[in-house]
């Protein structure tokens, strides 16, 4: 169930404060909550519950997004958020609390069903509305601003695209290693289904301590070789089989239902990532489709980046569009893909978004195929970097016309850095460089939470500056 709370804050002034005094009008806090458009988000998010009437009501919207608000700025845990909150009243108001109560206003796990009720298209169109109502704020200031533009559709601003990857919070997947893991926990949900069965049946047999001396011979060498490592990869195998041939035996006898939801799903996974790692073994191969690298995370994929520091990934893929310093996610997937087949679709959500074209694209070299350059040119875009073909002989008559073409194209380039400072923002002092949340859903909102906070961080700092 889920009661519509009033979206209009209380002035600074009417919050409520026991202990006495006032809240100031220029705390970061209160002018972040004036920047966010809290009726819109209070209209989608009421859209997800039920008018059942009964059960207990929900949180707001603007304590469930606030929380995760302030938590991602905080760069704190979901119990150290809950705490922030209690004993600041500057962070209670920001929730739209009427007045400081010093007691938790919800549980630290509520932060989790807070993440799994804004997918990641309800926070990119929370995004696009921070966006749009600082640029509407703007003209209001600068009423003059565009007004020498008579013509509406001309090619205007900036676009500014790249990829990047999210790694998740999980340790450098190798086979020996995951199958060693995968082979602990069969044998822990071989003891849980045994247990009703303790007095009255002997257990399997799983050989978990010769299972346990084969990995460490091997996992202790510093440069083990490939034979050697073969060698424990086959006999990993072996007993990760005859456990998941006894899980069989059990199931047929009814066990399965002393197994929890979450052992249950393991169960399911192992299975999956035994099938994947014996096809590899057989075909001495290393790639497959949809490869496993975490049973804890299975929606994690190896993204390869070829980054001297790290070559292969293992997270989230983004492309990601950058316009006057705000950030835009037009996609996240846990597949990689080439990035490249992105830039029309942003480009026509540019168009969707401000009702024109960019009038030039900022991209690296991936970008520039043929196909792309085919259609910036008929859209009458200039898409950044040297044309195709040999470079022109320089001459006396075309030397000044080279040389500015290289000026701008030395420009593009700096103007292409911004970018990477944003990604650099995003891994540095939020949370992009690992995500720490378990789930496919709540890691997608970890992210979009982020670019998020960034966006408004850049607004703050304007209003701070200025």
């Known amino acids: 169930m889920y009661r519509t709370s009033n979206p209009y ?39 997800l519950f039920a008018d059942s009437g009964t059960g207990n009501p929900a949180k707001s919207a603007r304590v469930a997004l606030g929380a995760l608000i302030i938590k991602e700025r905080l760069g704190v845990t979901d119990r150290e958020t809950v705490e922030q909150i209690r004993e600041n009243p500057y962070l209670q108001y920001f929730l739209g609390l009427p007045e400081y109560k010093d007691e938790e206003p919800f549980h630290h796990s509520l932060m989790t069903h807070f993440r799994k009720r804004f997918d990641k298209d309800t926070l990119a169109r929370i995004n696009e509305s921070i966006v749009f109502n600082a640029w509407d704020k703007e003209k209001k200031d600068d009423p ?20 990047t990857c999210t790694p998740a919070d999980i340790t450098y997947p190798t086979d020996l290693k ?40 091997v996992a202790k060498q510093k440069k083990p070789g490939s034979k050697k490592i073969r060698k424990a990869i086959r006999k990993q195998l072996g007993y990760l089989r005859r456990n998941l ?90 597949d ?22 960019p009038e030039s694209v900022h991209a690296d070299n991936i970008y520039r195929t043929r196909e792309n350059r085919c259609y910036c040119k008929d859209k009458g875009i ?23 073409a290289k000026q701008v194209q030395r420009q593009d380039e700096l103007d292409r ?8 923002q995003g891994k540095r002092r939020f949370s992009l460089d690992r995500i720490m949340a378990k789930l496919a859903e709540t890691s997608e909102a970890v992210i979009m939470v982020s670019f998020i906070v960034m966006n408004l961080e850049k607004i703050l700092s304007s209003i701070l500056l200025f």
């Not at 898409?383 to 040389?403: A, D, I």
């Open 9 to 47: 804050q209380l002035e600074f002034e009417d919050f409520y404060l026991p202990f006495g005094g006032k809240l100031r009008s220029d705390n970061r806090w209160i002018i972040l909550s004036k920047q966010i458009p809290w009726q819109e988000i209070e209209q989608q998010y009421s859209a």
């Open 144 to 163: 003059q601003e565009d007004s020498s533009n008579d013509t509406p559709t001309a090619n205007r601003g900036k676009l500014i695209v790249d990829a």
């Open 178 to 217: 995951l199958l060693n893991e995968a082979r602990e926990k069969t044998e822990e949900i071989i003891d849980r289904m045994h247990e009703p069965l303790v007095g009255l049946k002997s257990k399997p047999r799983t050989y978990r301590q010769k299972a346990r001396k084969d990995y460490l011979a």
């Open 245 to 334: 041939h006894n899980i069989d035996i059990m199931a047929s006898e009814g066990l399965l239902k002393h197994l929890s939801k979450r052992l249950y799903r393991l169960v399911l996974i192992i299975k999956e990532f035994y099938r994947q790692q014996l096809w590899m073994y057989e075909n001495r191969s290393h790639r497959i489709s949809d490869r496993i690298v975490s049973i804890y995370q299975p929606h994690v994929r190896p993204i390869v980046r070829g980054k001297a520091k790290s070559p292969v990934e293992f997270g989230a893929k983004l492309s990601v569009s950058l316009v006057d310093g705000f950030s835009f996610v037009d996609k996240l997937s846990w």
């Open 336 to 357: 990689a893909f080439n990035e490249s087949g992105d830039l029309i679709s942003q480009v026509e959500s540019y168009n969707q978004r401000f009702g024109f074209y």
């Open 382 to 404: 200039r898409l950044s970097g040297p044309p195709l073909g040999r470079p022109r002989q320089v001459t006396e008559s075309n030397k000044r016309q080279l040389q500015q």
């Open 417 to 424: 850095i911004a970018i990477e400072g944003k990604f650099g």
